[in-house]
């Protein structure tokens, strides 16, 4: 069922998106809704396994991650938040019905990371937005990475590939990269190489992003305006660290008659112990 409606959405927005180019403006930012960052020229997307109990192999995760590239920014989230994110917008330009969007929360779901990632062209400084039900928290980091080159090759995703290593918060990282594709972006924070991320993950595999696509597009690369709280990258990591000691403490409210729903939800939150940035 998933990929008959994915495959419908990604056919709609193809038509949509082509019908835009000749209705609206992209880089028209006069609207109080949203911010239009940039104009996308490529849509890559990327399959993100993760695993989050680094104890229980059986706790491994997919969700399937965007990275869009424009002339000054990129920008990575969840495909689900992609298009929902999509939908208002076009709403907002009067493209889409109010029915379209509603279909798209209650029919459309994937699981993922809620947070947003966006990163300036030729600096270091990255934008880190999450999403959370007590607010929207972001955060800005300057990140540099030391990138190793490799002599390795391999194909991936039918892309000749070489290989380079990194560390990042923690965690020590594969990666492998095309020069068939000269951009220097990749999925989440990573970036810097000759040629696009094709595939990086950690050496222990618990955390790997893989291209599955690119595509060319042309449609606006939009975030949307909410009311922010900033914070230092180690506040950030603090506040998302309470947030899901609070979450089990509301729990104890939401389900005080069903002591075993909140032992499950409990037990559930605190083996989520395997959070890709460790420092």
């Known amino acids: 069922m998933r990929y008959y409606l994915l495959c419908s959405l990604l056919s709609f927005f193809?038509?949509?998106?082509?019908?835009?180019?000749?209705?609206?403006?992209?880089?028209?930012?006069?609207?109080?809704?949203?911010?239009v960052l940039?104009?996308?020229?490529?849509?890559?997307?990327?399959?993100?396994?993760?695993t989050l109990d680094s104890l229980r192999k059986e706790s491994e995760r997919t969700?399937?991650?965007?990275?869009q590239i424009g002339s000054k920014n990129s920008y990575f989230e969840s495909e689900f938040n992609y298009y929902i994110d999509s939908?208002?917008?076009?709403?907002?330009?009067?493209?889409?019905?109010?029915?379209?969007v509603s279909a798209g929360f209650t029919q459309y779901y994937s699981p993922g990371p809620n947070y947003h990632i966006l990163q300036k062209h030729n600096t270091p400084e990255i934008k880190t937005i999450e999403s959370t039900t007590?607010?929207?928290?972001?955060?800005?980091?300057?990140?540099?990475?030391?990138w190793k080159l490799g002599n390795e090759t391999d194909s991936i995703a039918g892309?000749?590939?070489?290989?380079?290593h990194t560390s990042f918060h923690g965690r020590n990282y594969n990666a492998w990269y095309t020069m068939e594709i000269p951009m220097p972006y990749g999925p989440y924070k990573f970036s810097g190489l000759p040629g696009l991320i094709i595939k990086i993950g950690d050496i222990q595999n618990t955390h790997v992003f893989e291209l599955k696509n690119i595509r060319k597009q042309n449609f606006a690369m939009i975030k949307k305006n909410v009311k922010t709280i900033k914070m230092t990258p180690p506040q950030l990591k603090k506040?998302?660290?309470n947030y899901r000691i609070k979450t089990i403490e509301k729990a104890k409210m939401w389900f005080a008659n069903d002591p075993d729903k909140v032992e499950k939800l409990t037990k559930r939150i605190l083996n989520q112990n395997n959070p890709i940035e460790l420092q």
């Open 14 to 35: 193809t038509i949509i998106s082509t019908q835009a180019q000749n209705k609206i403006k992209v880089t028209d930012s006069n609207n109080s809704e949203f911010t």
């Open 38 to 50: 940039d104009t996308s020229i490529y849509k890559c997307t990327y399959s993100y396994q993760y």
């Open 63 to 67: 969700a399937y991650m965007f990275l």
């Open 87 to 100: 939908l208002l917008y076009l709403k907002s330009k009067g493209l889409v019905s109010e029915e379209k």
């Open 134 to 146: 007590e607010g929207t928290w972001a955060s800005v980091e300057n990140v540099q990475l030391n």
């Open 159 to 164: 892309y000749y590939c070489k290989n380079a």
């Open 239 to 241: 506040a998302l660290r």
